[in-house]
């Protein structure tokens, strides 16, 4: 479970009252038509919800809405007294239900220090410029590291995570916390968690904005707060500064991405980084080497990437695109630049990306969590959603060749692998990092089952651009299959810099099934229940691929109907005697990014449907998509299903789909068909020593021994290192002769033996 479990024990504030007036006001959700335009009088609220050229919905004060009466903009209260609203809807009086309160977050983190001390530190109070390490209400900004020499600054890429900038938006201290459980609880035991924390340093800052958050809870004790601000005291109702509007990096740019008024709820502050929780930050990122960076918020179920303050993104949006696209496939959050949402001048994102006088660029995002500010009863399932962003963002801090596919190809093409045939293996490897170049990845295949003969067990992969993807079938590995009586395991070597990834992998014997095979030259209503038609405006091969508009744009799809603007499988499809199944297509698109989907899910027995993947936006060159669809195997039948989404604004060309592929493999057993089992640091000796040097090659700060050897075996010397490491023979065994030698090097994971000549 993702919650701690809490009692109904009434929590004091002590301290002094918070500063400046409680704002006995309420706030208010409205609809505003800007077909024409946004007007210039909302420019001081926050934008919750824009669909460009049409609506958009603002959070307002009773002030404002007095305001704008008068101003003559019309528009509509969707929701009135949104506190009343939200807390109507909490599960306790107090105590914020299920969301996590300050002390409670501290609690939490307090006790993961007990647990493994060894892994994380104790909470670090971070200082500020302005009033020495409080806040304004005499609070602190505090952050906490996690990594496997906790108390040592080793030279490994560092992320860093924050929630809480907004007082009003709690998931994202649940988030923090939960995170740092699930490093810490599958650390040793899961290959990923534990991979992260070993080669990387992980910072959290859950509650960026302590004060407002303690006001939320003072006025709202059992939650549903509405104040977003700090809480500087600035006179007047609603005091306080925008945190998220006070970096910096393009402060008070204009007054339409933040606000010059004190009373607004986007209120920039009176100079820029003027405010002590941002000055924490700011000092945070300048003391550290921080690569990526994750700032929560909530809401709008979005990955947003600068920039923020112009029409404009920025020289990595590549890379931040298909990094998004990777890490939300299970929240299914639009990936968009922060000014496709609503302008922003003085954003967490835009400074950490783009100001780097003092500190280095950081590839900073903004996850907008959920569908709304308190939502209590979907905190597990936004915490569940948002790990694999979570942990994509550690991987993306460095090089990471994550294996995305395989595929296993038989010598005389009938898909059928069996005994006395050759088998290629190809493999697809995305380099998860947004900042570097893989370098040159090694593929290395390994196997003690006497059934399988290697014939090429190893193979390379040339570097890779920064979320790049590339694969092997220039050099393929290959095999024999000796006999076929079930199917066969092997381990994949992947060895990207100095790690290794080990993979395990199965090679499936037995009947090849192809369930579906479709050249879409035409509509072929015994496989598909379909709208979608055939067009040769596009084509893979042949003359025709199936779209779902021929020779026209897509059409307003936005009241969707599950009968309609979709292509499925006419029968299901039954996998319950399958131990493998893959599904690929080809697919050229144009859709408006963010806001029109074609979406392919699965329905299988007995679960709910599944989205597999979300397209959007254009690509305009045919590609091929590979989907592993094992985990349904053995289980029933299943349905497939692509459908297409749009609005009724923007329409583009659509969605091309050719050359489908639905193949499976008979069931032998029920294996999964390749995942990771372990990594492992790669240690190097240079073999040649010349005037007795010996280089040791390996991840920055790793600790390791090195044993000395002659050739009798007799040990010389040892002594304990950090790599890399330069060991002075000569220094250490004064008179040692020139001639063979033997260095071992012992790590956590193993030792290795090499042999060396010193030389003078």
Request: charged share 25%; net charge negative; hydrophobic share 35%.
């Amino acid at each position: 479970m993702w919650r701690i479990m809490k009692g109904a024990v009434l929590r004091l504030i002590v301290g002094i009252l918070l500063a400046g007036a409680m704002y006995a006001g309420g706030w208010h959700q409205i609809e505003v038509d800007v077909s024409g335009g946004a007007p210039s009088e909302l420019s001081g609220f926050e934008p919750i919800f824009i669909e460009p050229g049409s609506v958009a919905r603002f959070i307002v004060t009773d002030k404002a809405l007095e305001e704008l009466g008068s101003s003559g903009i019309e528009y509509e209260v969707t929701r009135y007294n949104l506190a009343d609203y939200y807390s109507a809807k909490m599960s306790a009086e107090e105590g914020f239900g299920d969301y996590y309160t300050l002390s409670e977050t501290a609690a939490i983190f307090d006790s993961l220090r007990q647990q493994y001390s060894n892994l994380i530190s104790e909470r670090i109070i971070l200082p500020n410029d302005s009033l020495g390490d409080t806040t304004w209400d005499g609070n602190h900004v505090w952050a906490v590291k996690i990594s496997d020499n906790v108390g040592a600054d080793e030279a490994e890429p560092e992320v860093l995570y924050t929630g809480i900038h907004h007082a009003r938006e709690p998931i994202g201290a649940n988030i923090c916390a939960e995170w740092a459980r699930w490093l810490l609880d599958g650390y040793g035991d899961d290959p990923v968690a534990t991979y992260l924390v070993d080669e990387r340093e992980i910072w959290i800052v859950p509650v960026v904005n302590p004060d407002g958050y303690l006001y939320n809870e003072l006025t709202n004790p059992g939650g549903g707060g509405m104040h977003r601000k700090n809480r500087r005291p600035t006179g007047g109702g609603n005091p306080g500064v925008d945190p998220n509007r006070n970096y910096p990096y393009m402060w008070g740019l204009d007054d339409e991405g933040s606000s010059p008024y004190i009373g607004d709820d986007t209120y920039r502050g009176p100079s820029p980084g003027s405010e002590p929780e941002i000055q924490s930050v700011m000092n945070l990122c300048k003391s550290r080497e921080f690569v990526t960076a994750l700032n929560f918020h909530s809401y709008s179920n979005l990955f947003l990437y600068p920039y923020g303050f112009k029409n404009e993104k920025c020289p990595d949006s590549i890379a931040y695109y298909r990094w998004g696209e990777t890490a939300t496939r299970e929240s299914k959050y639009s990936v968009i630049a922060g000014f496709e949402l609503y302008p922003t001048n003085g954003g967490s994102d835009d400074w950490m990306y783009d100001e780097t006088e003092g500190k280095n660029r950081i590839f900073a995002v903004t996850p907008e969590v959920g569908d709304d500010f308190w939502e209590e009863w979907k905190i597990d399932e936004q915490v569940e959603e948002n790990i694999p962003l979570l942990i994509s963002t550690a991987k993306a801090a460095g090089k990471y060749p994550e294996l995305e596919w395989i595929e296993w190809v038989d010598e005389d093409g009938d898909g059928n692998i069996s005994a006395d045939e050759n088998v290629e293996l190809i493999v697809g490897i995305r380099n998860m990092s947004v900042r570097d170049e893989s370098g040159n990845i090694e593929l290395n295949l390994e196997s003690a089952d006497s059934r399988l003969q290697l014939l090429t067990s190893t193979a390379s992969i040339p570097s890779l651009q920064p979320q790049g993807s590339g694969n092997n079938s220039s050099n393929p590995l290959s095999m024999t299959v000796l006999t076929d009586t079930s199917d066969i395991s092997l381990n994949l070597i992947v060895t990207a810099g100095e790690e290794e990834y080990i993979y395990h992998l199965i090679l499936p014997l037995g009947s090849y099934r192809v369930l579906i095979a479709d050249d879409f030259e035409t509509v072929d209503s015994t496989k598909w229940d379909t709208d979608w038609l055939i067009t040769t405006e596009e084509a893979h091969s042949g003359d025709g691929s199936l779209t779902d508009s021929p020779w026209s744009d897509s059409q307003d799809k936005s009241k969707w109907d599950s009968t309609k603007y979709v292509l499925r499988t006419r029968e299901p499809l039954d996998l319950s005697e399958m131990s493998s199944c893959f599904l690929s297509f080809w697919t050229i698109y144009e859709m408006e990014k963010g806001w029109d989907w074609c979406v392919l899910d699965i329905l299988s027995e007995g679960e709910a449907r599944q989205t597999l993947r979300r397209f959007s936006g254009f690509n305009d060159s045919w590609h091929r998509v590979r989907f592993d669809l094992s985990r349904f195997c053995g289980i029933g039948e299943i349905e497939l299903r692509l459908k297409l989404q749009t609005d009724y604004r923007v329409h583009e060309d659509g969605f091309y789909l050719d050359d489908l592929k639905l193949e499976a493999y008979e069931a032998k057993t029920f294996p999964g068909l390749y995942e990771l089992v372990d990594t492992r640091p790669v240690f190097s000796v240079d073999p040649g020593v010349t005037k007795g040097y010996v280089n040791v090659k390996g991840p920055q700060g790793r600790r390791l021994s090195l044993e000395l050897f002659d050739a009798s075996g007799r040990r010389i010397t040892e002594t304990g290192c950090t790599t890399p490491f330069e060991w002075d023979l000569r220094e250490v065994t004064p008179g040692l002769a020139s001639g063979v030698y033997f260095v071992n090097l012992v790590y956590d994971e193993g030792k290795t033996s090499t042999k060396i000549v010193l030389t003078d």
